[in-house]
Every structure is written in C-alpha cells, then in structure tokens.
C-alpha cells in the first residue's frame, strides 16, 4: 500500500511559478513511476507528467512550462510549474502506479489532491 500527500498548491497570478510537492509513504519508491494528474470543475482527470528512471512523460498542453522531478532519498516528487495559466486551474493529484502509463486508470494510489488556482 502506498499512500500519498501533496502540498504546495495555493493562488497565484498568470504567469507565476508554483511548486508542488508530493510525499510517498512507500517501500522501495525508485521503483514506482510517480504521476501528476489534474482535474477541472466539470472536467474529468486529465494526464499532466509521470516519471520513472528513463522514462519521463508529458502532458502536450504542459511541456516546457512544467518539470516533473523526484528525490527518491526523500521519498518525495516535484512538479514546477512556470509561466502558469488561467487554464492550469484543477485539483492536482499525485499518482503513483508500478508500471510507467499515463492514464488515470493505470495508477492504483492516489493523493487527496491540491487546490492550483491561477487569476488573470
């Protein structure tokens, strides 16, 4: 079992920079790909980035803004997110899954997610 904390969200203008943090209660972290996901109001959960050793994916609508790291010392992942949108706005949620995927159905554990609120 695996469980998940983030932190980091909060309210922020167009065009600032947001970290999000995410701790993993989790034997053997290396070895899980760690996902962030988000879900706007009336949207479902949408693939944001995941990460595993050698193999890194991303969102189209994130890439170049946004950086998926993990300190596996620490048990932790980071996604930094820059030149934020007002369409960044969701709950994002950690993930973490065995296999490396990015699809909401392919990730057993979750976080309870983190408000991002970006105003214009």
């Known amino acids: 079992q695996v469980q998940l904390v983030e932190s980091g969200g909060g309210l922020v203008q167009a065009g600032d920079s947001l970290t999000l943090s995410c701790t993993a209660s989790?034997?053997?972290?290396?070895?899980?790909?760690m996902g962030w996901f988000r879900q706007a109001p009336g949207k479902e959960r949408e693939f944001v980035a995941a990460?595993?050793?050698?193999?890194?994916s991303y969102a189209d609508s994130v890439k170049g803004r946004f950086t998926l790291s993990r300190d596996n010392d620490k048990n932790t992942v980071y996604l930094q997110m820059n030149s934020l949108k007002p369409e960044d706005t969701a709950v994002y949620y950690c993930?973490?899954?065995?296999?490396?995927?990015?699809?909401?159905?392919?990730?057993?554990?979750w976080g309870q997610g983190t408000q991002v609120t970006v105003s214009t």
């Open positions: 990460r595993i050793s050698g193999a890194i």
């Open positions: 989790a034997r053997s972290f290396s070895r899980y790909t």
């Open positions: 993930a973490a899954a065995e296999k490396f995927g990015t699809t909401v159905a392919q990730y057993p554990y």
